[in-house]
Structure formats: structure tokens, C-alpha cells
């Protein structure tokens, strides 16, 4: 199966019912495969004149309680981001797949990257966080997918599965489960205040059409609903419950894949990069270098660099000029060294052995 | 029914005193205590509305609240006025 | 119950200016759903960003105020997954032919069932006066001062060719009018489509030689002519004079419609 039709499956699998898309390389079979399905399954696919309408329709979609996503890629991504700091502020669960491709601008449509890894977490305006996956495999694409609808309504924040082009026309068997877990909204309880955060912050979901009468805005807003916009204390208590209902849980959701942990030199690595990694791993098995593979790359679960007690080096191959490798070299002292590749092509497992002979 | 003039919405355009067929909204002169000019009403009792609204058995008219832009216009319940006795003097 | 009882009354009184037509426009589009007979809960309203899109705040219904210029995506998104809920939305001159033409006119083209009623008061009002699509040639405003130079959109004309299923012009004052055409927009399956003239006296009339609220509203008296009776001027081969606005109705049809229920 391909990489993205295993998206769209995983999709179906954890009942997305609501596909608004538009047309980009190399995210397009995603769409595709929605609109062949959706209509058999009672669902809705919608292609609409733009990225920015589809985002749109995703949150207004998702307001009647539907599972709503959309898949892009790079330039398509760009022109969302608008609408995602919307979803943001007003705590809509959406999923948002980005195919990337080698930018910036037009770039390179038909190659992969990594280079909207900062834009996914930083694009919007304003302060916030969101949450982004990566897999790194078929399988994973299928399994992340139906992760990200999970989460999203957990936390009622946009989702994104940030793959890429290698990762999207990839062609990989896979196991398809029998049966998905699917965690589905907290609704709103009657008597309580639409956008009162409770205990983890996450206000329960007042689904249009059930009688919670609730006034939905992207403007600062107090727990009524109602727009407030120039009382600072209501600002500031939003704006910081928006991202710690996020932050706060990034170990419990942490995703990810040790290997050695007591190596000296390891890898952090996500997407992609990391099939290079376990070749490298497999054709020349040595204790003391280590592995860790990340799903969830926002929020960054900074603690699981501590798990390596022994390392004294990271390397971070990225496709990009170094993106994750900041947040990396934020939270160790240890040396970072940044291993980045452009122009759509994953590392060699030659390159990276070679990086690791040459160390002593 | 009786015809009234929400004087805690009411911004003072003056929208009313240019639809009402009977002319009974006519322009304020006096400023109240949000410094607004609310207008005032002239006979409301000539109202199609106050008087024939329970007869009917809907609105009738009604244009000076839909075109308050700031929904300040609207009837009340009035209770009946209670009999006097006239002494009629010849 | 009454238009009023829409309201949400605590959020009253609105941020409108005074003599603003925007809640007229909300008032009458309240009655026309009154008069429908629709349910709160089965009520969705949805507008984006300007003085016209303030409105769903002040709605008991569930609403969304979404982005600039993008209401018409959010609507098609709600009713196309839940075709039950009606849907109306507020929008505003700049809103729907600047930033959101683009949306305008396919949500006209993919005919959702929706009812799209535009307070067009020719300015951007909540910015502070900038000249819009919509500003008449000529007119002063912050970002024309030596008058508008370029031709301005007719949103209901575009509204017909791009392929909506009713589409009405009304002003402000017109208010029993404008109810019942934004009545016959909720009845019409399919895209319709009413813009309302309304007076901007903060914004427009001010630098326009209308400063009062009744020189504003004069002027959208006098200067409306019946769409009938402009036709029928042209096929006498009499002269229209320009400055006049064409109202009334200009399409009802029946074309394949998304978003309906069955």
C-alpha cells in the first residue's frame, strides 16, 4: 500500500468522516482515495477552491461533531495557517496532513523534506501549541493517522501529520488492525461554561445543533464565549491555558522508540532519516551507539534525551538545515551535531557510518 | 399595549421619527443621563399596534422596531385603566 | 415570540454606532427566521470579520465569527456536514468581494443551501473608512481621499452569473421589504444571496457630504429604483440615470442544489 493511501485508510479507520481538499503534489492521492470512499460511508468530500477554504470547511465541519481532515503540502500549508491559528483559539479538533515538499515557494513537488517542521509548530500568529506527528514508515502513516484524530479531540487542538513525499509514495505492506481504538469527544456537560478549561484545561465540545447556544470566535474570548477583547487577565489566562493544556501532557503522550540506551553516540531522529538510521543500525550493530526515534515531535518531550545516561554525542539527521536539532541542542549540554540534507534525497546509511567512523 | 423607548439602548439616531406613519417618534430635546437625545413619543396611543395588536392577534406595523437598529423600540403590557367615575358637569 | 426574543439580551446594547444600519439589517433578517419558524438549537450563524460579522455575538443561536473574508467556507463546511442545521451568514461589503470573492463566488457556483445576507454600507467600517469593492466612484474615504477611482463590484449581478438561487437587493430602510426577501432566501433551496444597502454615517457620510443619519438614509430612498421598473425603462429604450441603484428581486430559479436535506 502507499504511504498516503495507508493515511486516507487510517483516516476512515478512525471514522474521519469529513474530507475538504484541494489538489497539490505529492499529497493529492490522499484526496483521491477520500472522495472514492467518504460517499459509500455516508461521509462528506468536498473539493474547494483553495487551501484556505478547505481548512475552513474542516472547522466549520468539525462544529457539527463530524471527524474532519485535510491533506497539503507545503505552499497549501502556507496559505492555512490563517485558519489554524483559528482552530487554535477556538479549540477545534481538526487534522491537518502535510505531504512536504522541498521549499521555499513552489520548490520541489515531487521530492520530500522536512522543512515545515518549525512553520507546523511556530506559522500561526500568536502564542500557542499544537501537537505533530511524524511517521516513518507505511505502517506508521496508517497507525499516526488514526492517532492524530485521537488526540485532537482529546485535546481540541489541530493536529498534523507532518510525512513527507518519501514517506507518501512509499509502497510497503502493512497490517491493518481489526479494530482501532477510537477516543472520542468529551461533550460539553449542560451548566457548564463552553470554554471553561476544567481540571487538564480542555473544555468539553458544545457540538452545534444540541441546544448549548454557544458563540464560537477566533477573538479573545472568556469562558461565556464571549468576545473580550481588551481585558489583558482574560488574555492572558486564555493564551495560557491554550498552550499548557498541550504542553503539560507532552510526556503522557510521548510516542517514540529507544534503541541503547546506554550508547555514547546517539541519533534523534523522526520521519524518514530514521529508516536510514536502523539501516545503519542493522548492517553494523554497535552498543555504543543508540537510537531514539520520535512520533510526537511537538510538543517536544525534552525528558526522553535523559533516558541516554551514558551519551556524549547527539546527531540529528534532519531533511532540512537543521530544525529539530535546536530543540535538541536547547535541552543538553552535550555536543549536537547536526546532520541536514537538502534537495529531496534521504541520507545514505553510507553517509552516516562514515560520520560515525570518523569519531573516535 | 403600550409603545416604549429602551432608554438604556437607545443611541439616538432618529431612525424612528423618519418611518413611523403617524409620526408619534419626534426628536428629543432633552439629553437623559447617558447624554443621549432619546426621542419622544407624541400621543403613543394613535399606535395601530398598542391598539389593535391583541385584536389581530399579531403585530401589526411594527416598522419603527425593525428598523432600531439598536432594539429599543418595543410594546408592553399595559394594565387596563381602572374606571373613574366622570361627574359631568352642565 | 418576536425578532427580539433572538437576541442574546445580555449582550445588549451592540458596539454598533449610532444610526449604524447594521442592526436594522440584523432585526429584519431575525424577523424573516422568526416568521420561518425555526428552532434556537437548529440555527446555525456565521460571519467573518468586519461590523457586519459582529453579529452572530449578539444571537442566542449556536454561532461561529470566524476569519476575514473566509465565512462562506466555515458555512459550506457546517452545512454540508450536518444538512439539517439551517444556515445563515452575515457578511459584510469587504468581507465577501475583497478579501472572500474568491469564496463568493463558488459558494454561488456549488449552490449550497444557504442564506448569505450582506450589510453593504460601502466602506470598510471597522477599520475606520478605507474604500472597499464597493465604494462608489468618486467617494471620499481614508485610503481614496481625492475621491474612488476604481469601478466598484455589483454583488447581486455577480451573485446571478455566478449561479445563485435567489438573489435581492434591499437597503436599510426598506425594512418590510428586506424582511421579506430575506424570508424568500431562507424558503429558496440552494445559494441565496440578499444584500442590504446600509448607511454608514461614522465611517462613509461623514466624509461624504451625508453627515446626518437622515441625509444617509435619504439617499438610499431616492436613489433606489425597482429592478421591474428599470427593465421596463430599458425596453422603452427611456434613459436609466446612473446613479441609480437597482432593488427588488433579481433571480429566483431552481437549480441542483448541495447541502439540502433529504
Not at chain 1, 457539527?64 to 485535510?70: L, V
Amino acid at each position: 500500500m502507499q504511504g498516503n493511501t495507508a493515511c486516507a485508510e487510517g483516516a476512515l479507520a478512525a471514522g474521519c468522516n469529513f474530507f475538504g481538499g484541494y489538489p497539490i503534489t505529492p499529497s493529492t492521492e490522499i484526496a483521491e482515495h477520500m472522495a472514492r470512499r467518504l460517499p459509500k460511508k455516508d461521509g462528506v468530500f468536498v473539493q474547494m477552491e483553495d487551501e484556505i477554504a478547505s481548512i475552513a470547511t474542516v472547522i466549520g465541519a468539525s462544529w457539527t461533531g463530524a471527524r474532519a481532515m485535510t491533506a497539503t503540502s507545503g505552499p497549501g500549508f502556507s496559505l492555512m495557517m490563517e485558519n489554524i491559528g483559528y482552530a487554535v483559539m477556538t479549540e477545534t479538533p481538526c487534522v491537518i496532513v502535510n505531504i512536504q515538499r522541498g521549499g521555499p515557494s513552489t520548490g520541489q513537488p515531487t521530492m520530500g523534506a522536512q522543512g515545515d517542521m518549525l512553520q507546523c509548530r511556530f506559522g500561526s500568529h500568536g502564542d500557542y501549541s499544537t501537537i505533530a506527528l511524524c511517521p516513518s514508515s507505511v505502517q506508521e502513516m496508517y497507525d499516526l493517522t488514526v492517532k492524530a484524530f485521537n488526540l485532537a479531540d482529546r485535546f481540541r487542538v489541530p493536529v498534523f501529520v507532518m510525512s513527507d513525499e518519501v514517506i507518501g509514495h512509499t509502497r510497503e505492506r502493512i497490517t491493518i488492525p481489526d479494530h482501532v481504538e477510537i477516543v472520542p469527544r468529551r461533550p460539553l456537560e449542560k451548566g457548564t461554561l463552553p470554554f471553561h478549561g476544567g481540571d487538564d484545561g480542555v473544555p468539553g465540545f458544545p457540538e452545534f445543533g444540541r441546544g448549548h447556544g454557544v458563540h464560537v470566535t477566533g477573538l479573545t474570548h472568556d469562558e461565556r464565549g464571549y468576545p473580550e477583547a481588551t481585558d489583558p487577565h482574560i488574555h492572558e489566562t486564555l493564551v495560557r491555558r491554550l498552550v499548557s493544556k498541550v504542553e503539560s501532557a507532552r510526556h503522557d503522550i510521548a510516542d517514540y522508540e529507544v534503541v541503547n540506551p546506554d550508547a555514547e553516540t546517539v541519533f534523534v531522529t523522526y520521519g524518514p532519516p530514521t529508516r536510514t538510521v536502523k539501516q545503519v543500525m542493522h548492517d553494523h550493530p554497535d552498543e555504543r551507539v543508540g537510537h531514539l526515534h520520535l512520533r510526537i515531535v511537538w510538543p517536544f518531550p525534552e525528558r526522553l534525551l535523559k533516558i541516554f545516561t551514558n551519551a556524549k554525542t547527539f546527531i540529528v539527521p534532519e531533511m532540512n538545515m537543521g530544525q529539530i536539532v535546536r530543540e535538541v541542542e536547547r535541552h543538553t549540554c552535550l555536543p549536537v551535531i547536526r546532520v541536514s540534507k537538502l534537495g529531496g534525497e534521504l541520507h545514505t546509511p553510507d553517509e552516516l557510518q562514515k560520520l560515525l567512523e570518523g569519531r573516535p | 399595549m403600550k409603545l416604549v423607548i429602551d432608554e438604556s439602548r437607545c443611541k439616538g439616531c432618529n431612525l424612528c421619527t423618519m418611518v413611523c406613519p403617524y409620526h408619534i417618534f419626534q426628536e428629543g430635546d432633552r439629553l437623559n443621563e447617558r447624554g443621549i437625545i432619546v426621542p419622544k413619543l407624541d400621543r403613543p396611543e394613535r399606535c395601530p399596534n398598542c391598539r389593535l395588536q391583541k385584536l389581530y392577534g399579531r403585530r401589526l406595523c411594527g416598522a419603527c422596531a425593525l428598523i432600531c437598529p439598536d432594539q429599543a423600540i418595543r410594546w408592553e403590557e399595559e394594565k387596563p385603566y381602572e374606571k373613574h367615575k366622570v361627574v359631568i358637569e352642565y | 415570540m418576536t425578532f427580539m426574543d433572538w437576541y442574546r439580551e445580555d449582550r445588549l446594547p451592540h458596539i454598533y454606532c449610532t444610526g449604524c444600519g447594521n442592526g436594522t439589517v440584523i432585526n429584519c433578517t431575525l424577523e424573516a427566521v422568526e416568521q420561518m419558524g425555526w428552532a434556537v438549537d437548529d440555527t446555525v450563524f456565521i460571519s467573518g470579520i468586519g461590523c457586519s460579522s459582529r453579529a452572530p455575538g449578539y444571537i442566542k443561536t449556536d454561532s461561529l465569527h470566524t476569519t476575514h473574508g473566509r465565512a462562506l467556507a466555515f458555512a459550506t463546511g457546517v452545512k454540508l456536514a450536518n444538512p439539517r442545521l439551517n444556515v445563515v451568514v452575515f457578511t459584510g461589503d469587504g468581507d465577501l468581494a475583497a478579501i472572500g470573492g474568491n469564496h463568493f463566488i463558488h459558494a454561488c457556483r456549488r449552490n449550497v443551501d444557504l442564506t448569505v445576507v450582506c450589510m453593504n454600507n460601502m466602506i470598510y467600517g471597522m477599520t475606520g473608512g478605507q474604500g472597499s469593492p464597493c465604494t462608489p466612484v468618486g467617494a471620499i474615504s481614508t485610503t481614496t481621499p481625492y475621491g474612488a477611482v476604481e469601478p466598484v463590484f455589483d454583488l447581486s449581478e455577480l451573485a446571478v452569473t455566478a449561479g445563485a438561487n435567489y438573489v435581492a437587493r434591499w437597503t436599510s430602510y426598506h425594512v418590510k421589504e428586506l424582511t421579506k426577501a430575506v424570508k424568500d432566501g431562507l424558503e429558496t433551496p440552494g445559494f441565496s444571496f440578499i444584500e442590504a444597502l446600509t448607511q454608514c454615517p461614522t465611517a462613509y457620510g461623514r466624509r461624504n457630504k451625508l453627515r446626518q443619519v437622515s441625509d444617509m438614509i435619504n439617499y438610499m430612498r431616492t436613489n433606489v429604483i425597482l429592478i421591474q421598473k428599470k427593465q421596463r425603462m430599458l425596453e422603452r429604450g427611456e434613459a436609466v440615470p446612473e446613479e441609480k441603484i437597482p432593488v427588488g428581486e433579481f433571480v429566483r430559479r431552481n437549480r441542483p442544489a448541495m447541502g439540502v436535506p433529504k
